[in-house]
Structure formats: structure tokens, C-alpha cells
């Protein structure tokens, strides 16, 4: 096991890879492929003038929301204000 020193960089990197893994791997669920669900996650982050975890963080929070009409804004544009 490695330890990572507090306030490292390194692991706010980790958390942030794994949520953008993370809203890839659930478009690819919903039927994108591998280049489509990165192209979405790009398409998104642009439109909303926006980084890619942030996009991707909408989408995780999107489908996790109690409302599951929330679940399908997922495949929208975030509104990032």
C-alpha cells in the first residue's frame, strides 16, 4: 500500500479522474460508446464553459438525485450559471 502525503496533488487527481471515469462509464451504459461517452463528456463540459470534471460531476449528481426526472437531465447541457 502507498501513502500519499496530505495535501498532495496527487490526490485531488485521483478523485477527479475517478469521477470523470466515473460519468464515462455511465454513458457508456446508457449506450455510448467509449469515444462517443468522452466526446459527450467534452461536448458538455464546452457548452457549459465548464472543465470536464465539472461536467462530469453534473452527470453524477444528475443520476443520484432522489427525482428521477433529474436522472434524465444527465444527457443535457449543465447549466453552470
Do not use: C, W
Not at 22 to 50: E, F, N, V
Amino acid at each position: 500500500h502507498l501513502s500519499v502525503p496530505a495535501g498532495s496533488d496527487a490526490v485531488t487527481h485521483v478523485r477527479t479522474t475517478s469521477v470523470i471515469n466515473q460519468a464515462i462509464g455511465i454513458l457508456i451504459g446508457r449506450g455510448y460508446t467509449p469515444r462517443q461517452a468522452h466526446s459527450k463528456l467534452d461536448t458538455q463540459a464546452d457548452g457549459a464553459r465548464t472543465d470536464r470534471y465539472s461536467a462530469a460531476q453534473f452527470i453524477l449528481d444528475a443520476l443520484t438525485a432522489a427525482d428521477p426526472a433529474d436522472a434524465a437531465r444527465a444527457d443535457q447541457e449543465p447549466n453552470m450559471g
